[in-house]
């Protein structure tokens, strides 16, 4: 499957100043990335562009990535142990980080003169990092934003709701352009270096070229489309078909069910995207990285499937859990994403009266927080 | 995502005398339905439906199964130890068989008087099945046909190549309708009653009626589309990108490499289907249980995908086999259906000098038959 924008210009990431007399050009102004995150994603993510960064013609070298400074107990701050090991030991272990990757705990700081920003923190976090980063003269008003946030906004009103996607909320913050990344990504496989693909949905041919630019290389396969929405859409939305995947694995079942399962879930995933966001393309889900593919490598690999197999188990085995538990125990830090925006989309659906449309989401919810029997699943696929 | 065809009459399987004075209304004739097979899906088949025609109106009881006879040591006849202990200990052990389904070594005794006829044999086989069955007053020539069989027919010739459907072949050789019957299915599991779905491609909505009440149970959803050409190829091509999974898992790389792998696989079936059968409908492959649900349990569950992973592995430990080879070790006496397609189809594509546009079908055959590093499948994706 051919990406929507497949030509690009290799040297649009920099406008140039030509001089014809002296037959050379050098860029009008460097590119410079930084990286709004440091969890495994966010890191994996950092050290592919970082080593881009270091051999693009127009882009500065340096790549700053947040981190939030704490001390670590008898070695020093956080930002220097991975600044002098160049390793991100607890989120990304045994993986080198290029020495042009730099920590920096101030949030301001790594944003400074940055034209090329991904936002990779848990989206918990993301109102207070746009806080201070929309207040005047914090980041280039020409800089360009790529979100890998993995979770939706829902405003619940009393006659309604609302629900934007990450990237929106990003461009309407801080008044720049946000493009989204998605899937299938494993963190610790891209830090690894193995063959995998993802898609960003971009919203200009600029956009395309440039994050293209910044993350695509011979392992790491970047297919630009044009639908933000959808990709944005479907890496939140995939977390919480991984969990029902997980509920089908705590319940020791086979692969024709959880098959069945995962064609619901992408189905749920793209009905849903179209009918709240119009623009979106069907071909996201059924054909790009983002949709299936990412799917796919959740459902059998990520930490929602995990948390969601471990549930059903001890619910099984008499011994009940909540995810605020099994997050503690078996995710050493991070965030369970799947479980929040399951939530969310129960409250938005159900404040929409559109649930019904919706069987497998409604039934992850219910089984997440109403005590339902997992073996109602099936029901109404 | 709704079937094409959803709504049928219960009632449809017969055709029905009603008599008004009485109030009684009979079948005008019953329907019968024989398994042309005892593999492991042929038996798990068998057992769906003679589960469903022991309850269905207008059904004879009887299901009748082809078995190919032989001795088994000191135990007697293998009919008569299927007959007796209701098992069929090779291909589905421990899974229970009505008792209303009966085991037969005479193919002709088998399709006698049936009017419904599932062909489940290996493909191997099917041209001297059909050689018998042609042949005057052994089948109704009102019954019909469907295919499970996995697999496509390619006819070489000097200027070219033509590739045909098993569903094509058997209503040519028997001049009755033939559908198609799709996965995603693990015989064991849907032995087992686990929640599952397949896809059937009918030609006319009578024939979805039956088949819908043949097979469909609470736990065996049934849904049936237009579309046979890309039911029965996705079954078929489905096992050369499982191939290509399996070189995956036998390099030892992780979920990301998979599902790219799947994604490209995915996209090349929908592609070539299209290409060849141009009636076909690409939704078959996006949205069915025959598409993509099929390809995702048979990539992580299938015996091609571990015949394919053990050939990488034995390869990179320096001790290399051949597939005929890991089919005598690994598959009990089941054919590997994966490696003869992944043959056909590429012999076909070469002949109609397509090739470069199927690069993943190029690599399987070339990684299977000709020494190719499976390292470079992830090349010209």
Request: proline share 6%.
């Amino acid at each position: 499957m051919a990406p929507f924008i497949t030509k690009f210009d290799p040297y649009a990431p920099a406008d140039f100043v030509v001089d014809k007399e002296a037959g050379t050009r050098s860029p009008a102004r460097l590119e410079k990335i930084a990286i709004v995150g440091s969890g495994s994603w966010g890191t994996a993510l950092a050290r592919v562009a970082a080593i881009n960064a270091a051999t693009l013609e127009g882009f500065d070298d340096e790549v700053r990535m947040w981190v939030r400074e704490r001390e670590v107990p008898g070695k020093g701050k956080l930002t220097d142990i991975i600044n002098t090991t160049h390793q991100n030991e607890r989120y990304l272990p045994n993986v080198e980080l290029p020495d042009n990757l730099i920590a920096v705990s101030d949030v301001k700081e790594v944003v400074k003169g940055a034209t090329l920003l991904l936002f990779v923190v848990p989206h918990q976090f993301l109102p207070n990092v746009l806080h201070q980063l929309a207040k005047p003269g914090v980041i280039d008003p020409k800089a360009r934003a790529i979100s890998a946030i993995k979770g939706v906004e829902v405003d619940l009103r009393d006659d309604g709701a609302d629900i934007y996607t990450y990237p929106y909320v990003i461009e309407k913050a801080l008044n720049i352009p946000c493009s989204a990344l998605g899937g299938a990504n494993i963190a610790l496989d891209v830090g690894k270096g193995e063959f995998c693909e993802t898609t960003i949905g971009v919203p200009s041919p600029k956009d395309a070229a440039l994050w293209h630019a910044v993350f695509d290389g011979p392992a790491f396969r970047v297919h630009p489309i044009e639908d933000v929405a959808g990709v944005s859409l479907s890496g939140a939305l995939k977390n919480v078909v991984a969990m029902a995947a997980g509920f089908v694995d705590g319940m020791g079942l086979g692969g024709n069910t959880k098959a069945a399962i995962l064609r619901h879930g992408l189905i749920e995933m793209s009905t849903f995207t179209l009918e709240f966001f119009p623009t979106a393309s069907p071909l996201t889900f059924s054909h790009h990285s983002a949709g299936m593919a990412d799917l796919i490598t959740t459902s059998f690999g990520g930490r929602n499937r995990k948390c969601a197999e471990a549930f059903v188990r001890a619910k099984m085995e008499g011994n009940p859990k909540t995810f605020a538990q099994l997050e503690e125990e078996l995710l050493n830090g991070q965030k369970l994403q799947g479980i929040a925006t399951a939530r969310e989309v129960f409250l938005f659906l159900q404040a929409r009266k559109r649930l019904e449309g919706y069987p497998l989401f409604d039934k992850v919810y219910r089984i997440s927080f109403e005590e339902m029997d997992p073996k109602r699943m099936f029901e109404d696929l």
